[in-house]
């Protein structure tokens, strides 16, 4: 995924939210350094993230009121060079508040020009840049640059399966499946 603008989305953000901190820690393990974009409204709770084994000192957290301010933070980040993944988490609040679909029903809320500048910043510094959305399969992607999009799913008799499917992928194209098996947080256990 380095260099690649990508959305992950589903009906359930915990599922998203368990993919993408997989990712963080794929990237840590690596010895990658990693930043997470969040909407001050929506959080995830550490002490489940560092029970995943993910190193919370390690990973960069900027919390910002809206949806442009979290584009142009991933932006700034991501032309800081110093990240090789950078999630922007935009949450179920983002479609509740129609923060990604305009009256046109097509999604507009990301600004276009700071999606194209954040494309070529994460090629130029082979950066994957992830971002998280709480949608269908059926509702359009953020935008057209993103370059692999994939919907997460919960299996409803086994919460700690998930199903990863590729909808969207300019190198390789959609239609791979991939299935994980996870450990539930501590709170669920």
């Known amino acids: 995924m380095a260099g690649r603008l990508v959305e992950i989305s589903g009906q359930r953000a915990a599922a998203n ?32 993230v560092a029970d995943s084994g993910i190193s919370l000192p390690h990973l960069a957290v900027v919390r910002v009121p809206d949806t442009r301010s979290a584009t142009r933070a991933t932006v700034e980040l991501t032309r800081s060079g110093g990240f090789d993944l950078v999630i922007l988490d935009l949450g179920p609040e ?6 990604l679909i305009s009256k046109r029903r097509y999604p507009s809320r990301l ?15 082979t950066t994957a840049v992830v971002v998280l959305t709480e949608k269908s399969e059926r509702t359009s992607s953020v935008s057209s640059l993103i370059s692999l999009r ?20 300019k190198k390789r ?17």
């Open 94 to 99: 983002a479609m509740r508040d129609k923060l």
């Open 150 to 169: 994939a919907e997460t799913r919960r299996n409803k008799d086994a919460p700690c399966e998930l199903e990863v499917a590729i909808l969207k992928d």
């Open 17 to 48: 939210l368990t993919v993408a901190f997989g990712l963080v820690l794929e990237a840590q393990k690596r010895g990658e350094v990693t930043a997470w974009v969040t909407l001050q409204q929506s959080t995830f709770y550490p002490p489940d």
């Open 173 to 189: 194209g959609p239609g791979r499946l991939h299935h994980e098996v996870c450990r539930a947080p501590a709170g669920l256990r």
């Open 111 to 125: 600004s276009i020009p700071l999606l194209t500048k954040l494309v070529g910043l994460a090629r130029k510094h």
